[in-house]
């Protein structure tokens, strides 16, 4: 019989058939939110949490501490939750109320602070202390080595490795690193594609990093190509995924389809896979389903 760890992954990847204006190429959905804690994060967070645990550097007499934007922190709660861990998330106060009482209901501590800058910050400086351990996703290989094991195997199979281009919003960026490493070493010539917002934009889950804050996980050598996407671009096109195809998605997984439709409009044919990285009822208390 299964337990919630393994429902994580497997999630169904399917076709844009409306929205897309190009008949020659095919544009796929991984549909992130079916995780059982409602977001890709799910992934990272149980190979960060449970690699830890296999190397011996937490245990239940240790608290872990994260910085977080709303769906890493969820997933981790979930994850402590059944490992019976203690966990502090760390977030900032801007983010929806439905994510601080997620992550609540899951027995995590929230603390909220300015920006997502100085909830790093604050989570690096407890996370040095005696009796915390940082879970970091913004440094920690387990981050995209959940999706080199997991996410990209899935897209390969289920494409009968057709893929041609991989889209992904950059937050973290683990989920274009780990997918990035897999999918070239099945064809090198599969183009990877990341998605961040107009210097302007606020897209949740999707960042422009200063130099100083980008993550070390991040390799740009293995990006082919990075598109930026407006805020104005990410909510319409998170809208017309509810209402024409009946994916109920995240603003974030609106850029990442607003990037894989400017693209298709370039290619003669091919298989574009981008990650709808959340459900929409995270963003319920938000605007970007208002006034529609």
């Known amino acids: 019989m299964n337990n919630i760890i393994d429902c994580i992954?497997?999630?169904p990847l399917v076709e844009i058939r409306r929205i897309n204006p190009n008949p020659r190429v095919s544009i796929l959905a991984k549909l992130e939110g079916n995780n059982p804690g409602g977001s890709v994060k799910d992934r990272a967070a149980l190979n960060m949490i449970r690699?830890?645990?296999e190397r011996g550097e937490v245990n239940k007499n240790v608290k872990l501490i994260e910085a977080t934007s709303g769906n890493t922190g969820i997933a981790l709660a979930m994850i402590a939750a059944i490992y019976g861990l203690e966990i502090e998330l760390v977030m900032p106060a801007s983010s929806t109320r439905e994510r601080t009482l997620t992550m609540e209901a899951y027995g995590a501590t929230v603390t909220l602070l300015d920006s997502i800058e100085v909830c790093?910050?604050?989570?690096e400086e407890r996370g040095s202390k005696p009796?915390?351990?940082?879970l970091n996703q913004f440094a920690n290989p387990d981050n995209f080595l959940a999706h080199y094991k997991t996410t990209g195997p899935e897209i390969w199979r289920d494409t009968?490795?057709?893929i041609t281009h991989f889209v992904s919003s950059m937050g973290t960026t683990g989920s274009i690193m780990g997918n990035s490493m897999f999918l070239k070493e099945q064809r090198a010539g599969i183009q990877i594609v990341g998605c961040q917002p107009t210097e302007e934009s606020s897209i949740p889950g999707i960042r422009r990093w200063p130099e100083a804050y980008l993550p070390k996980?991040?390799?740009a050598s293995r990006v082919d190509r990075v598109m930026d996407v407006s805020q104005q671009h990410a909510v319409s096109m998170a809208r017309r995924l509810a209402?024409?195809?009946?994916?109920?998605?995240?603003?974030?997984?609106?850029?990442?389809l607003h990037c894989a439709l400017e693209l298709a409009a370039e290619l003669d044919e091919g298989v574009i896979v981008?990650?709808?990285?959340?459900?929409?009822?995270r963003y319920l208390s938000s605007d970007l389903f208002a006034d529609i």
Do not use: K, P, V, W
């Open 9 to 11: 992954g497997n999630t």
């Open 51 to 53: 690699s830890a645990m």
């Open 120 to 123: 790093r910050d604050y989570a």
């Open 131 to 134: 009796g915390y351990f940082l």
């Open 160 to 162: 009968n490795q057709q």
């Open 217 to 219: 996980i991040y390799d």
């Open 243 to 256: 209402r024409e195809e009946g994916i109920f998605a995240g603003m974030s997984s609106g850029g990442a």
């Open 274 to 281: 981008f990650i709808a990285c959340d459900r929409g009822d």
